[in-house]
């Protein structure tokens, strides 16, 4: 490649402040280091994470930045000794590949993804099918992946039983999606708009609430609805309150509840523990529990074979210059998946 080792300035999207749209930007993306690989970005999608980082969710991380992490592309050029694979706020040597205006920008989990340019350390990428089309593999990287795995890794979800899913956004309908393919026989989705729910039905909901139509509290709607609770719910918003709204709703003495959703940094979870003392189990799902560069290459060969289809996922797609429309698409709760295109 002709630009291997140069700087390369490209457009990429700027969140310069916790809080403020993402700005468009000429950035300077210098050359990969040891074990680093510069990535040209093809398709990303916009995640509800991305969504947090916009919103200051996370006060350990470093402004401005360039967010973005559910993404495919093509590699431009690699830095000395890739062969491998803390802080995922600068490079693995606590330097940042990018400038922008004279100032340092930080990157985000390692990947950077809203830049038509980004470097990423060879970890933090996955080599896939070329006949896989990126313009919708991109949510491989990180939605569908996490809501498919929290169901079937995670919770290992059995065939015949109840599940509850809190936040029918692009993640809470992969955990359908996962739910179902584990032969649940009641998938209850959950979710304060109602926009949501055609979408879950479609995907494999049996039957959808809204907590705003009850006067008691959900997880007493949920026991109702099912005797003992859920076999598993899971929490995929990110708020205290619904984190143990879904672990009260679980089955007594055997119900699992996987929280999936990211709660601002610093929260903190405070329950009964007779919740857990009466046999519930409690766990977390990162990623879906895959171990993300060995399985996504499979994952992406299951989609090519007709195993597995996020495409329902993606209601938007926009050119990246439409970047702050489709943060604002999220946002609003008018999109599940907004699909950025260079
Ligand atoms: P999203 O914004 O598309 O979806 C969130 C959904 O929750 C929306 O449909 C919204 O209407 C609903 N909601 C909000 N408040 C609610 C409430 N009080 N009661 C019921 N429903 C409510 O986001 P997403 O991309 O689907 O991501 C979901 C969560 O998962 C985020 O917190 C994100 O940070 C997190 N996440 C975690 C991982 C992981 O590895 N654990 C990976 C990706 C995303
Ligand atoms: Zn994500």
């Not at 956004?169 to 996962?178: A, H, K, Q």
């Amino acid at each position: 490649m002709a630009t291997a080792g140069k700087v390369i300035k490209c457009r990429a999207a700027v969140i310069w402040e916790a809080g403020q749209m993402p700005s468009l930007e000429e950035v300077e993306v210098a050359p990969p280091r040891t074990h680093e690989v510069r990535v040209k970005i093809v398709a990303t999608g916009i995640c509800g994470t991305d969504n947090h980082v916009r919103a200051g969710f996370f006060p350990d991380i470093d402004y401005p930045v360039i967010a973005g992490h559910e993404a495919a592309g093509i590699v431009e050029s690699v830095g000395p000794e890739v062969t491998i694979c803390e802080s995922q706020n600068l490079m693995p040597d606590k330097t940042s590949r990018f400038t922008c205006k004279g100032k340092q920008v930080y990157h985000f989990l390692w990947t950077s993804t809203f830049s038509e340019y980004t470097v990423m350390p060879e970890a933090s990428i996955a080599k896939i099918d070329n006949a896989a089309p990126l313009e919708k593999v991109c949510l491989f990287g990180c939605g569908f992946s996490t809501g498919y795995g929290a169901a079937i890794n995670t919770a290992k979800v059995e065939p015949g039983s109840t599940c509850a899913i809190f936040g029918l956004g692009g993640v809470g309908l992969s955990v359908i999606m996962g739910c179902k393919t584990a032969g649940a026989s009641r998938i209850i989705g959950i979710d304060i708009n109602k926009e949501k729910f055609a979408k879950a039905k479609e995907l494999g909901a049996t039957e959808c609430i809204s907590p705003n139509d009850f006067n008691k509290p959900i997880e007493k709607v949920l026991v109702e609805m099912t005797g003992l609770g859920v076999d598993y719910s899971f929490e995929v918003i990110g708020r205290i309150d619904t984190e143990i709204a879904a672990l009260a709703s679980s089955r007594l003495g055997s119900g699992t509840c996987v929280l999936v959703g990211a709660p601002p940094s610093g929260s903190e979870l405070t329950f009964d523990p007779k919740l857990v003392l009466t046999g519930r189990k409690l766990i977390g799902s990162f990623l879906g529990g895959w171990k993300l560069k060995e399985a996504l290459p499979k994952l992406v060969s299951d989609y090519l074979n007709k195993k597995c289809n996020p495409d329902a996922l993606i209601s938007h797609t926009l050119p990246f210059e439409k970047i702050a429309e489709g943060f604002e698409l999220l946002h609003t709760g008018k999109s599940i998946r907004c699909v950025l295109l260079f």
